[in-house]
């Protein structure tokens, strides 16, 4: 199971609680930029104001551990600029995770964080930390599971990783990701897919997100159903690996 972030809103607690369910599965998580933030933390960053957001950077490590510490507690996995091997070896796939916590856009955001945990210091070293998980893949495939998907797939609203909460549009995607993502394919890896949520589906203003994209072989899934838990039961993206083969399916399983 890969988990994309954002498991309860603003809400630890909560948050938490599921993320001890997830740990109890067989699981490959990431933390999004609402599984350890505190609302103030979060206002200054869409805010724009990174000083005032690394104020809580220390309150953000104590949080980020815990999270994880529940994520881990039964044996699931919480990544973040890493590559985890999964399957048989002959039939091996590498899962590489992206940044944690993003927020998408140009700008590296929770950057106190990610300094004090990653060691990252700037959009290009994340970058580079990235591509240096793809190099680290023990196998030639590789999906790749994020918080929010890459740049370079649209920049309109309704585009999978498109921005909708302004007039102006745009693609709000992670440029890290991108680098990654094409250093992969030019190192002769086999990008099976990439796998992200954060920006919701149901778009703001009305209409629906494109959540599901192909582009140069490569299938790119938002999974970022909201509210992912309905009268329809909870949603979740099927992804189906064939050989070099992928099929993504939302499946809604009963409550």
């Known amino acids: 199971m890969l988990v994309v972030g954002d498991l309860a809103g603003l809400r630890f607690a909560p948050t938490l609680r599921i993320a001890a369910a997830i740990g109890r599965a067989r699981a490959i998580a990431i933390a999004g930029n609402h599984d350890g933030p505190n609302p103030a933390q979060l206002l200054a960053e869409v805010a724009g104001q990174p000083g005032v957001a690394d104020r ?23 990544g973040g600029y890493d590559c985890h091997n999964v399957g048989p070896p002959d039939d091996r796939v590498s899962v590489v995770v992206g940044r944690p916590l993003s927020l998408g ?50 920049a309109s ?66 999974a970022a159903q909201v509210p992912r838990i309905t009268r329809s039961g909870r949603h979740h993206v099927r992804l189906e690996i064939d050989g070099d083969a992928v099929q993504a399916t939302d499946v809604w399983v009963p409550a």
């Open 105 to 154: 856009g140009p700008r590296l955001t929770f950057a106190g964080f990610l300094a004090a945990r990653f060691g990252i210091a700037s959009m290009q070293q994340s970058a580079q930390r990235l591509c240096d998980a793809v190099d680290a893949a023990e196998a030639e495939r590789i999906v790749f599971l994020a918080h929010n998907g890459p740049t370079g797939l649209g």
């Open 56 to 78: 809580f950077t220390r309150s953000l490590i104590t949080r980020y551990d815990a999270f994880a510490a529940a994520v881990t507690g039964g044996g699931a996995v919480l």
């Open 157 to 222: 609203r309704s585009d999978i990783w498109g921005c909708d909460f302004r007039a102006a549009e745009g693609d709000w995607g992670d440029p890290d990701l991108e680098v990654a993502v094409r250093h992969a394919q030019r190192s002769g890896r086999r990008v099976l897919a990439v796998v992200a949520g954060h920006m919701h589906r149901a778009l703001r203003g009305g209409g629906e997100r494109i959540a599901r994209v192909e582009r140069d072989g490569v299938v790119y899934v938002n």
